[in-house]
Nanobody, 123 residues
Framework: QVQLVESGGGLVQAGGSLRLSCAASGSIFSINAMGWYRQAPGKQRELVARITSGGSTNYADSVKGRFAISRDNAKNAVYLQMNSLIHEDTAVYFC?????????????????WGQGTQVTVSS
């Protein structure tokens, strides 16, 4: 099992910056892609940014050019640098890890989620 713990959320004025961190702990065969999702009140959870173990990234159109995702494979950590924040970025941000587990000779896919961290951007 893998535990994901997020940090770095908070209240910031529009135009400001925040950096989210997510640390993975526990035991699993491999951690593959890691990402950040967000969920605003009354809305569905949506992908913000994702990064593979090889460093390939993809972003939601709404955050391209403002957010940057990175990871430290040695630390099993993923980060989200958020710049030029706008009110519409207000949401609970969740860390996600797509993993491969191993049971005997069988491999299986499993995803883990953090508990979420609140980001509030005041306009």
């Amino acid at each position: 099992q893998v535990q994901l713990v997020e940090s770095g959320g908070g209240l910031v004025q529009a135009g400001g910056s925040l950096r989210l961190s997510c640390a993975a702990s526990g035991s699993i065969f491999s951690i593959n892609a890691m990402g950040w999702y967000r969920q605003a009140p009354g809305k569905q959870r949506e992908l913000v940014a994702r990064i593979t173990s090889g460093g390939s990234t993809n972003y939601a159109d709404s955050v391209k050019g403002r957010f940057a995702i990175s990871r430290d494979n040695a630390k099993n950590a993923v980060y989200l640098q958020m710049n030029s924040l706008i009110h519409e970025d207000t949401a609970v941000y969740f860390c996600n890890a797509d993993c491969t587990g191993k049971r005997g000779v069988a491999y299986y896919s499993v995803a883990f989620w953090g508990q979420g961290t609140q980001v509030t951007v005041s306009s």
